[in-house]
């Protein structure tokens, strides 16, 4: 089989040095069974939709379909015509995801939704393997961009955003402007042990860390802040006492109440209000995450991770108008940042009470998504209010404060419908 599907290659023009196509298509859990002939005619439909093997032309590139198993089959393709050309498959993943959500449709299956660009880039396969030789207990990648979204979560502006990411051990290096040498109009970070083969920093663009943590989506963030933050704010470095810290988190659970309504009370009212709230939230989260688990990180900051994908707005859309609610949101994230790690009983159910507000906020955010159409984000939103509400479980257990327990015995979803679970 492998001979006959490289005939062509070898008798082509200029065959390309890589010339295996290779896709897996694989139907959800939930899926009934397809019968061969159905996977046949879905693995033709693929690679028409990509362009290697048109319907009706004979001199298609050879491919090949194999079902491994009831659920997917492997679509193997070389890519020289029958006639001697090469078949450039351009953009085939997302043509190839298009053919497969309409797919989905006309076979009745498990519909996952079209492409939103709101996934921040996941580590490749050389970076995980990498990580692994040399012993880290996670990928630069994820570090980064965990280090990047908690510091502009609690800047007001850029150069705090620069100073709390190097005080953090983030290498920063600043992109000018090719005509105008004095303009800033990139950014990116590394670590001073992550290097290339020849010993060069492996440097990250905000961009390739996630789609709203570019320079131009961070800049209109801090622009739009409009509420005030009293003293232990980015302003007042000093570190508040407990009683302070507690008040802080009070404050932000009032404003994330605040929130919750207004998502619930109208959740398809005007989208620019809807996105400054949802961006809000994220980094209030982001910064409670931080608080309660510091740099490295743990489950409040992987459920962080999840809302954060629910709140982004597709194709690096910016909202251009700001809910009065969402400037308070975004002072309560510079506050909690501010007032720094949890010490006490009290200010651990203080946080757990926010906590609990921000899945409720996650809750009325899902049932948004999924009345916007936008189905990734709606079981992002899901899945992330049911980790939050986990979470407050298990903490609360854990603290004998009165009041974790008040709090952990409310941790159910309280508005929206609830959208459709991860697959």
Known sequence: MARLLEQPVRAGKNPPQKFVWHTSVRNHITDRILSDSQWAHIAAEIVAAVGIAPHGDPDAVRWVAVRHADDHIHIVATLVRQDGETAWAWNERLKAQTAARDLEQRYGLHQVGPVDHTSHRRPTAAEQNKSQRQGRPEVPRDRLRREVRAAAAAAIAENDF???????????????????????????????????????????????????????????????????????SAQHPGRPGVQHRTNAFRRATAEADK???????????????????????????????????????????????????????????????????????????????????????????????????????????AAVREAQGRLHQARAAQLAAERLRMLVTALGSQVSHPAAHAYTSTARPTGGRAARGIS
Do not use: C
């Open 162 to 232: 620069v100073d709390r990411l190097q005080a953090a051990g983030v290498l920063v290096r600043l992109r000018h402007s090719t005509t105008n040498p004095d303009e800033v109009t990139g950014y990116a970070v590394g670590l001073a042990d992550h290097h290339t083969s020849t010993g060069d920093t492996v440097w990250y663009g905000g961009g390739r860390l996630a789609p709203d943590l570019t320079l131009p989506q961070l800049r209109r963030r801090w622009g739009s802040g409009s509420g005030t933050i009293s003293h232990g």
């Open 259 to 365: 929130g919750a309504r207004h998502l619930r009370a109208d959740p398809i009212g005007d989208e620019e209000n809807i996105a400054s709230l949802a961006e809000a939230a994220a980094d209030v989260l982001a910064s409670t995450a931080r608080a309660f688990e510091g740099r490295k990180g743990g489950h409040l900051t992987d459920a962080s991770e999840t809302f954060d994908r629910a709140a982004r707005e597709p194709r690096r859309r910016r909202p251009r108008s700001l809910h009065p609610a969402a400037g308070q949101l975004r002072s309560m994230s510079r506050l909690i940042s501010a007032a720094g790690r949890l010490t006490s009983e009290d200010d651990t159910a203080a946080a757990l009470q926010l906590v609990l507000r921000m899945s409720m906020i996650a809750d009325n955010l």
